[in-house]
């Protein structure tokens, strides 16, 4: 059983920034690609970013390229997404997300089976 638990949301104004951290509860963490994603009210839940098992692959959504940065410390279970240069269109809840041992760095959100319950992040203008 996987356990995610999100923290480091809050409101911050445009051009700000704010790291996340999402703590995972499992054995042999370093094993599991994680992913970042984030819902906005109205809106389906999106990609933001991954990184894979061993860290040495990433992906990132166009619009927060040059802004986010995902990062894993597999001695602390952890894995973090630093957002700067804030935008109001990133709003959103954010959500932690992880993929079956060894699985390779998805963007789609059907190919993670494990999820956070997720972190508030207000952008304001």
């Known amino acids: 059983q996987v356990q995610l638990v999100e923290s480091g949301g809050g409101l911050v104004q445009a051009g700000g920034s704010l790291r996340l951290s999402c703590a995972a509860s499992v054995r042999s963490f370093s094993i599991y690609t994680m992913g970042w994603f984030r819902q906005a009210p109205g809106k389906e839940r999106e990609f933001v970013a991954a990184?894979?098992?061993?860290?040495?692959?990433?992906d990132y959504a166009d619009s927060v390229k040059g802004r986010f940065t995902i990062s894993r410390d597999n001695a602390k279970n952890t894995v973090y997404l630093q957002m700067n240069s804030l935008k109001p269109e990133d709003t959103a809840v954010y959500y932690c997300?992880?993929?079956?041992?060894?699985?390779?760095?998805?963007?789609?959100?059907?190919?993670?089976?494990?999820w956070g319950q997720g972190t508030q992040v207000t952008v304001s203008s």
């Open positions: 997300a992880g993929r079956v041992p060894l699985a390779p760095v998805s963007s789609k959100k059907d190919d993670y089976s494990y």
């Open positions: 990184i894979s098992w061993r860290g040495r692959a990433n």
